[in-house]
């Protein structure tokens, strides 16, 4: 992740190590149920209850972030990430490479897209990385985040750092 290839490059290249089956991907998510971060659910719950869309963009893969959205309550159609793609017999044929987020600048165009289609006029991306931190602008502000990880870059550029979803969500209810 030095730059030497671009990002798809590595995904590919991942995935080609893992070479992910159907049936891996399935028993995977059977043996290790969505974990939450303290306090998001709770931050979730109080976007929905202000009627406030809420989106995953993710570099990561759909399969293992669907079911979270659904414990979160977050619509299907509101997720943007990686997909994989199998063959009949459930075996891996690679990834679909029209998803924004299999590619650099993948998260700046999902925001872009999303502001576009639905004319959102204060779109906020939350996020601990500095592919988030890419995505602001189109993004009108970006919050990081460190409650798992504090990367510098982030917290040096953020003009809002936060280190747990609980300061988020007080934030929201004044």
């Known amino acids: 992740m030095d730059g ?4 798809r ?24 149920p969505p974990r939450f971060t303290s306090g998001v659910k709770e931050l979730i719950q109080i976007l929905h209850d202000k009627r406030i869309d809420v989106y995953l963009v993710s570099g990561g893969l ?14 299907i159609k509101n997720i943007y990430c990686n997909k994989l793609k199998f063959y009949f ?24 897209l999303l502001k576009k289609k639905y004319g959102y006029k204060n779109l906020v991306m939350i996020g601990d990385g500095a ?4 995505a602001c602008p189109p993004a009108d502000a970006f919050i990081g985040f460190g409650g798992n990880q504090i ?9 809002w750092f936060a280190t747990n979803f609980a300061e988020l969500t007080e934030a929201l209810r004044e």
Not at 4 to 7: E, V
């Open 4 to 7: 030497a290839i671009t990002y």
């Open 9 to 32: 490059e590595t995904l590919d290249a991942r995935l080609q190590i893992l070479y992910p089956s159907r049936q891996q991907i399935e028993s995977f998510i059977k043996e290790h």
């Open 62 to 75: 759909y399969s293992i972030i669907q079911p979270m959205a659904k414990i979160l309550n977050i619509p």
């Open 89 to 112: 017999d459930g075996e891996y044929a690679g990834f679909d490479d029209d998803q924004p987020t299999s590619r650099e600048g993948g998260k700046p165009e999902v925001v872009g």
């Open 131 to 134: 592919t988030d931190l890419e």
């Open 151 to 159: 990367r510098p870059k982030v917290r040096e550029q953020a003009k």
